[in-house]
């Protein structure tokens, strides 16, 4: 069946502080995992992606966590800065789409950095 | 190179109107998909065009179709426009072959209202 991710709708951080943005989705069986980034008037901007058979990924001050036991996953965000004001998705795709680019986003979280 | 572009940004359109939107993939990129964004709903797939082919349908009524081109340029048309299809439509593209686990990109989108 479709695997949504859930979020925590908002998340205000101090700006500098570390951000952790978690998410929970429910297809045990879904292989690949996507953070995406969107800003108010664009499109999602991908951030990092994550495969089921890793449990962390690292870019550029950014780490995705995915721990299959508790089906979650989450983004760590570092020395966060205004400009990483956005809503953030995690989006995963369904084995049964392995073959195609359908991904199911869950419901976003808005992050808001305090000065 | 030239991210995912979408024309037009802005559109209005009234209850019972066609329209057609359209979005140029990234150089290469052989796979588009379309979704749809509204603040209760959230980003909901609408298709998949690969090779000119639909690979993959989401749960959308056939007022809702689209087509692909040879160089892969993609179109949506949404027919007999309701209030409820305001929104915004994302294009986003992905290479479509080989690996599988390759992030889709996406587009600025276009802002459908309808009056």
């Known amino acids: 069946g479709e695997s949504v991710g859930l979020h925590l709708p908002t998340l205000s951080v101090q700006e500098g502080d570390n951000s952790i943005i978690n998410c929970a989705y429910s297809n045990s069986a879904s292989d690949y995992f996507i953070w995406y980034k969107q800003e108010s008037g664009k499109g999602p901007q991908f951030i990092i992606d994550i495969r089921s058979n890793m449990d962390k990924r690292q870019g550029q001050r950014v780490t995705v966590l995915l721990n299959k036991t508790v089906k979650h996953l989450s983004l760590q965000i570092a020395a966060t800065q205004p400009g990483d004001s956005a809503v953030y998705f995690c989006?995963?795709?369904?084995?049964?789409?392995?073959?195609?680019?359908?991904?199911?986003f869950g419901s976003g979280t808005r992050l808001s950095i305090r000065p | 190179k030239a991210g995912v572009t979408q024309t037009p940004r802005y559109l209005i359109k009234t209850r019972g109107q066609q329209v057609t939107l359209s979005c140029s993939p990234i150089?290469?990129?052989?796979?588009v998909s379309w979704y749809q964004q509204t603040p209760g709903q959230g980003l909901q797939f609408l298709f998949e065009y690969f090779s000119e082919t639909q690979r993959n349908k989401g749960n959308f009524p056939g007022r809702f179709s689209g087509r692909q081109f040879s160089n892969s340029r993609s179109e949506m048309n949404v027919s007999t426009l309701e209030l409820g299809d305001s929104a915004l439509y994302l294009c986003?593209?992905?290479?479509?072959?080989?690996?599988?686990?390759?992030?889709?990109?996406f587009g600025d989108g276009t802002r459908l209202s309808i009056l």
């Open positions: 986003a593209s992905s290479p479509g072959q080989g690996d599988s686990n390759q992030p889709q990109h």
């Open positions: 150089s290469g990129h052989r796979s």
């Open positions: 989006a995963d795709r369904p084995p049964e789409y392995s073959s195609a680019s359908k991904i199911i």
